[in-house]
């Protein structure tokens, strides 16, 4: 009997799954479909393969011929996956609720269809497996303490457990599903938002960053985190935050993930103990679009070299710092920044940072498996923006990135040890 099998049926989203075809007739070509609905959006992905003279297929051993995905690639059909026709351009793939997990339909089709195809087509077998961010081991504890806001997730019990603050960009709100990761690989993840959240601001017009302390203490005094330091795992706009954190108040941050990061203040204002740090601005002139009517915000912030005094990021002062860069990155010149970043940490003789840089890849640097966004609407600007990176060379690097930040957060997260060189025995 013709049948597609899938396991682990339930697992984390950096998970690899098998998935394996058995009982089809030797030689013909089968279509592979996943599809997983979402409140407002459905995503999918499809292969296309040749039965061999078992009548079997291997995600880990047959290529798939065409599709969402070529090639042999075990979790193609979950990271290629594209939104399904019919809805409006530019859907980007965001587990808003992670306390439900995702449904994933597996499904085999004669003959090698496209995605309009599949739409109607009927299946010749199908199955179903579960998804989840959040593990059955972790509880959320939701966070009104103060001005902070937020969730905590974490591995039930008393611990203690590594202190780990998460934060986005631009979008604003509470997005939950790297600190749900977190927490299911042991960590203490606040989701720490900052604006467009409850009785929060809902934009950035200032920032203060006692708020971003007042949260690092709270986290801190809990009875559940390890004492040592917190860490702080960041990415785009909220990279800027994270990095001032770890430099204006370095004792209470023992660990700094910059994802798709800045080397300077950019955008809005921001102050800290009565102190105005200078910002470089964004310049919505020089937005571009390009000949696929795509939005490109790439050269909108002021270059580098024009940032005024204060401005500049002084991660020298920080303790451990651990920076992704895609080096295909279309929304922010993350690869300037970064190369400027280097060059005066040399200049002063640091080496308390690691600066991994990865060329195909884009902007959204996160956990594997699931969905990749290329482009997608961006509320910020009213347009569907380039992200940049190819799907393949951008998968390559979400794998390789995140057992990278699980091992530096591990390792540097409550230790309240350095490896930098300190500048004061050099000033």
Same mark, same amino acid.
């Given at each position: ?168 960009? *631009? %979008? ?8 749900? #990761? @977190?927490?299911?690989? &042991?960590?203490?993840?606040?989701? =720490? !938002? ?31 985190v390890q004492p040592g ?11 800027v935050l994270g990095a ?65 005094? *204060? %401005? ?8 451990? #710092? @651990?920076?992704?860069? &895609?080096?295909?990155?279309?929304? =922010? !010149? ?84 350095t490896s930098r060189q ?6």
């Amino acid at each position: 009997m013709a049948a597609i099998y899938a396991a682990p049926t339930t697992t984390l989203t950096d998970e690899k799954v098998q998935i394996k075809l058995s009982g089809f007739d030797p030689g013909s070509k089968v279509t592979v479909r996943s599809f997983l609905p979402e409140p407002g959006l459905h995503f999918e992905a499809h292969g296309h393969f040749v039965v061999d003279g078992n009548g079997e297929v291997s995600m880990e051993q047959n290529p798939s011929l065409g599709g969402t995905y070529t090639d042999v690639e075990p979790m193609g059909l979950f990271w290629s996956m594209t939104q399904s026709p019919g809805q409006k351009l530019g859907l980007r793939f965001v587990k808003k609720d992670v306390t439900i997990p995702m449904q994933i339909t597996l499904s085999v089709h004669k003959g090698h269809l496209d995605i309009s195809a599949l739409q109607t087509d009927a299946p010749i077998a199908k199955t179903q497996i579960q998804r989840t961010y959040l593990s059955s081991d972790v509880e959320i504890i939701k966070v009104r303490s103060g001005k902070v806001r937020g969730k905590v997730f974490k591995p039930k019990g008393p611990g203690p457990f590594k202190g780990v603050i998460d934060m986005f960009g *631009g %979008a604003g709100g509470l997005l939950a599903y790297r600190a749900a #990761l @977190l927490a299911s690989r &042991g960590f203490a993840a606040y989701a =720490l !938002p900052y604006f467009r959240y409850e009785d929060l601001p809902s934009s950035v017009g200032q920032v203060e960053l006692e708020y971003f302390e007042e949260a690092t203490d709270w986290l801190q005094s809990q009875s559940f985190v390890q004492p040592g330091g917190i860490g702080v795992c960041a990415v785009s706009y909220g990279t800027v935050l994270g990095a001032r954190m770890a430099t204006e108040f370095p004792e209470k941050i023992s660990a700094c993930v910059s994802i798709s990061g800045c080397s300077a203040n950019i955008t809005v204002p921001m102050s800290y103990k009565g102190r105005d740090i200078p910002y470089l601005n964004f310049d919505y002139s020089r937005m571009k679009t390009t000949e696929a009517g795509l939005v490109n915000i790439y050269d909108m912030i002021d270059p580098l070299e024009t940032a005024p005094a *204060g %401005a500049l990021i002084e991660f020298e002062k920080a303790q451990n #710092l @651990l920076f992704f860069v &895609g080096m295909d990155d279309k929304n =922010l !010149p993350a690869q300037h920044f970064i190369d400027a970043t280097e060059k005066r940490l040399k200049a002063l003789g640091c080496n308390n940072y690691e600066i991994v840089r990865y060329p195909g890849c884009g902007h959204l640097i996160e956990p594997p498996y699931a969905p990749i966004t290329l482009v997608s609407y961006y509320k910020a600007v009213d347009g569907v923006i380039e992200w940049g990176g190819s799907l393949r060379e951008h998968q390559r690097a979400l794998e390789h990135h995140w057992p990278k930040l699980l091992q530096f957060l591990d390792k540097h997260v409550g230790s309240q040890t350095t490896s930098r060189q300190s500048l004061h025995s050099k000033l």
